[in-house]
T-cell receptor
Framework: AQTVTQSQPEMSVQEAETVTLSCTYDTSENNYYLFWYKQPPSRQMILVIRQEAYKQQNATENRFSVNFQKAAKSFSLKISDSQLGDTAMYFCAFMKAMNYGGSQGNLIFGKGTKLSVKP | ETGVTQSPTHLIKTRGQQVTLRCSSQSGHNTVSWYQQALGQGPQFIFQYYREEENGRGNFPPRFSGLQFPNYSSELNVNALELDDSALYLC???????????FGPGTRLTVT
């Protein structure tokens, strides 16, 4: 069974600075996807970034980038130029990729990291 | 393009009652997944529907059931409610089974 671990329950960062959130996962699969989701206090889960395991290049989306280390099973999120609107819970999630004979696209989430951006 | 919507926003039920939660998927999406998020935890997968058929189920008892309709909207039904069922219920839709999932705002269920 796959598991996702986020070892930092809470973090804080000053506005305009850079912060890195950690995520490790355990799987015997070779093909999978990894995601970071953001859940602001308004509670709607928002997709931040996606990484395919077969891609060596790290995904980036504007101020958000990941450091994907497949051998180490590590998937950290870097937020540059932090903004007050980045304050939220951040969840790392794993999804197994297509297997022959069928697939099930369920997300397995970590427990989350609460990020506070301070002015 | 309309996003994922869920109704109702909040719900209070008594232990032993039954509840139905509703989800409208994003336009062009044929897959709906349901998750339960207890306070302070990450979401837990309940089940997924793909083109009106159940396409996988998490570790939830049979009193959690669902439906997907021809327009790909979905319902989550929970029978014989227990106090531990109190949680935020999230619905997510995706273009297909292995595409990224887009979440609705959730339904907060309180069981007393």
């Amino acid at each position: 069974a796959q598991t996702v671990t986020q070892s930092q329950p809470e973090m804080s960062v000053q506005e305009a600075e850079t912060v890195t959130l950690s995520c490790t996962y355990d799987t015997s699969e070779n093909n999978y996807y990894l995601f970071w989701y953001k859940q602001p206090p308004s509670r709607q889960m928002i997709l931040v970034i996606r990484q395919e395991a077969y891609k060596q290049q790290n995904a980036t989306e504007n101020r958000f980038s990941v450091n994907f280390q497949k051998a180490a099973k590590s998937f950290s999120l870097k937020i540059s130029d932090s903004q007050l609107g980045d304050t939220a819970m951040y969840f790392c999630a794993f999804m197994k990729a297509m297997n022959y004979g069928g697939s099930q696209g369920n997300l397995i989430f970590g427990k989350g990291t609460k990020l506070s951006v301070k002015p | 393009e309309t996003g994922v919507t869920q109704s109702p926003t909040h719900l209070i039920k008594t232990r032993g009652q039954q509840v139905t939660l509703r989800c409208s998927s994003q336009s062009g999406h044929n897959t709906v997944s349901w998750y339960q998020q207890a306070l302070g935890q990450g979401p837990q997968f309940i089940f997924q529907y793909y083109r009106e058929e159940e396409n996988g189920r998490g570790n939830f008892p049979p009193r959690f059931s669902g439906l997907q309709f021809p327009n790909y909207s979905s319902e989550l039904n929970v029978n014989a409610l227990e106090l531990d069922d109190s949680a935020l219920y999230l619905c997510a839709s995706s273009r297909d089974v292995l595409y990224e999932q887009y979440f609705g705002p959730g339904t907060r269920l309180t069981v007393t």
